[in-house]
């Protein structure tokens, strides 16, 4: 899944496109990589992130969505909390609905959600990307996330979702520290018993706090590193901003272990 942040204040600053136009170039580069998904978002979630309004964010990613849907076959997702952008999506041509609340945070997300191809629902301690990093504390993070993340499922499917519509995302760097980061990953081919996994730890500010770099610049190798271990590890989507790197390790890795 590759990243396109039609934002300009997103953490990475080579994902950011703040025109139509950048972002559809962007996408139609991370197609040319090798993308399987394009994920298209108009509100940034990093850490300590403002929301922004309802006709702010639709101005940023529904344009985009519309020119990209013409140019490419790949599927595309919206990475949105709000059920009004979801539908438009939908309706444009996106099949994928990647929202960060897991249908919390709009009423009416759960029954757009329902016209997904695919819904990801992902777990984000506290009620927003501003406030979600305020002093995150767990008794056990992984049991917790888990269960939350069952929960969401249960009620997707209450609601008549099917099973085969779900992809769950335990949310690095959403209300988590290193510790809590690290356990996630190492222990995120587990979470498959709930719903098939996605993993989005591309370019994250936990790899500065391991290797001590000074930006997101920085954390390419760390990056792949991540991505490498989640492949082999029950992850199903990665969530990337650097496809074609990715590929590549991947499909050397890959290379290595279909060898006889």
Do not use: W
Request: aromatic residues 4%; proline residues 3%; contains cysteine.
């Amino acid at each position: 899944m590759g990243v396109v942040n039609c934002t300009p204040d997103s953490f990475h600053e080579g994902s950011r496109a703040s025109t139509c136009e950048a972002a559809v170039e962007r996408a139609l580069m991370l197609v040319e990589e090798g993308a399987d998904i394009l994920d298209f978002g108009g509100e940034s979630t990093r850490p300590g992130s403002e929301a922004v309004s309802l006709e702010e964010e639709r101005s940023r990613v529904i344009p985009v969505i519309k020119a990209v849907a013409r140019k490419v076959k790949i599927k595309i997702s919206v990475d949105t909390s709000k059920a009004a952008i979801a539908a438009e999506a939908l309706d444009c041509g996106a099949v994928i609905v990647n929202d960060i609340s897991a249908l919390r945070a709009d009423k009416e997300m759960l029954n757009v959600s329902l016209r997904a191809e695919r819904v990801i629902l992902m777990h984000m301690l506290g009620d927003s990307p501003k406030t979600m990093q305020s002093s995150p504390t767990y008794k056990d993070c992984f049991s917790e996330v888990s269960q939350f993340l069952r929960g969401r499922v249960e009620s997707f499917l209450a609601a008549g979702g099917r099973p085969s519509q779900v992809v769950v995302d335990p949310g690095i760097g959403f209300g988590k520290t290193l510790s809590d980061n690290l356990t996630l990953i190492k222990r995120s081919g587990e979470l498959a018993a709930i719903a098939p996994v996605l993993l989005g730890v591309s370019r994250k500010s936990m790899f500065g706090k391991i290797l001590s770099d000074n930006g997101a610049g920085d954390r390419l190798a760390a990056s792949l590193s991540i991505a490498a271990y989640a492949c082999f590890n029950g992850v199903a989507i990665l969530r990337v901003h650097d496809v074609l790197d990715t590929r590549r390790v991947l499909e050397t890795l890959r290379a290595v272990s279909e060898a006889a």
